[in-house]
Nanobody, 126 residues
Framework: DVQLQASGGGLVQPGGSLRLSCQAS????????VGWFRQAPGKEREGVAC????????YYSDSVKGRFTISSDKAKNTIYLQMNNLRPEDTAVYYC???????????????????WGQGTQVTVSS
């Protein structure tokens, strides 16, 4: 049974940092593409950071490039999103996701996953 359990969201001031974690179960992080999506109120869900676990190639949306870093710990079967220099416009519900096919990080972020985790709220406000 594939499950993705996200955690680490919260309230942070502009310029601050947060690290989101996503515990994966039911599959190993050695083949699929995994990633983080977000959805702000009134906006569509967007892929912001994706990783191909089979070749470690990453993709970032322009809105987060240079500020966010996606990584994985294969031993812990966990995916991370390090978010630095947060801005109010980063406020959203963040979802971790996986595509269990042999897709690329770019394809996952643009086409969406086969499996979604639950969301975690990130609020950037002073």
């Amino acid at each position: 049974d594939v499950q993705l359990q996200a955690s680490g969201g919260g309230l942070v001031q502009p310029g601050g940092s947060l690290r989101l974690s996503c515990q994966a179960s039911g599959f190993a992080l050695d083949r699929p593409a995994v990633g983080w999506f977000r959805q702000a109120p009134g906006k569509e869900r967007e892929g912001v950071a994706c990783l191909s676990t089979w070749n470690d190639i990453t993709y970032y949306s322009d809105s987060v490039k240079g500020r966010f870093t996606i990584s994985s710990d294969k031993a812990k079967n966990t995916i991370y999103l390090q978010m630095n220099n947060l801005r109010p416009e980063d406020t959203a519900v963040y979802y971790c996701a996986a595509d269990l096919g042999h897709s690329s990080s770019y394809a996952l972020c643009h086409n969406g996953p086969s499996n979604w985790g639950q969301g975690t709220q990130v609020t950037v406000s002073s």
